[in-house]
């Protein structure tokens, strides 16, 4: 029986692909290769070039292919465009995943783990964060990953699918390997920005507030190892073979840095001096946001490897260093 991974030529979704191809799993992606790229996609996994929203095309796939299980990555995730264009956000994650279901309830496909996110959260009542915590998503995108969770929940009582909701923090670094790594275009995340420095591509780093109530006035994240997040979805995806009931789980690794302390663990990795300059606050974002992931560790046997900063910039900067251009085309 096979893995179908969807999304699997994006950042998480490659790595997890690589994880499940290592860990000797039998593995199927699917990706419209929109923000994905072909060149990620793990050469043992079989590809199909799909999209989520053709009943046509994943009907076909879900005939052809002995589907097991399915690992759902493919959704749009950036936070400013999902205001800009909220429609966008809507047609594809959330009305995609109901084409998918829609395709999964009809083939008799009854497991999903999926992308969800800390943005479910909003504004966090508390530090850590956990999963029994208020959802008031401040952004669109985060609406959608919520709407998908209950929309997840709906359909296991009417057609008894089980799910697995894993929300992420901020995900980051890239495959010991070095042959994957973080590539979007256009980026706006804060690691890949902060390598883009020492690459030539950047002159230097903005940082987006100094004022937000926290040790140094800049935002505070939860960094956690995209392979770490991978290894997560393997587990929940045995954890549902194995009967496991439906659940939410948050992942990351319970200790937050400012973008300070991230651009000077960059400057120690890189050994370059990574100009910063302060800028306005980036509008929506949270003060704090950190993990609790005890739930994970608990009921999934969920153990970070890369607990330490350090180590995952190292990570990245391996991978960005010899890749400065990314993957290329998106062909
Ligand atoms: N930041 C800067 N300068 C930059 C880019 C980012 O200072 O050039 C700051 C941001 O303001 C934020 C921190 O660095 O405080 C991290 O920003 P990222 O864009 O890397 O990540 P976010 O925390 O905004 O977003 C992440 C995920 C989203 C998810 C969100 C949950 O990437 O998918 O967490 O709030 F929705």
Redesign the pocket.
Known sequence: MAILVLGGAGYIGSHTVFELIEAGRDVVVADNLVTGFRAAVHPKARFYQADIRSHEQMDALFEKEPIDGVIHFAAF???GESMANPLKYYENNLWGTTALLQSMVAHGVDKIVFSS???TYGEPERIPILETDQTRPT?C??ETKLAMEREMSWTERAHGLRYVALR?????GAHRSGRIGEAHDPE????P??LQVPNGKREK?????GDYPTKDG??V?DYIHVSDLAQAHILAMDYLMDGGKSDVFNLGNGVGFT?KE?IDVARKVTGHPIPAEL?P??AG??AQ?VASSEKAKQILGWKPNYADLETIVASAWNWHKAHPNGFGENV
């Open positions: 995730s950036q936070v996110t800390a943005a952004n995108y985060g992420y923090f901020n995900a980051c706006t995340h804060l690691i920005l902060i780093i903005s940082v987006f507030g800049t935002c994240r973008v991230v800028c606050r980036r974002d949270p946001l």
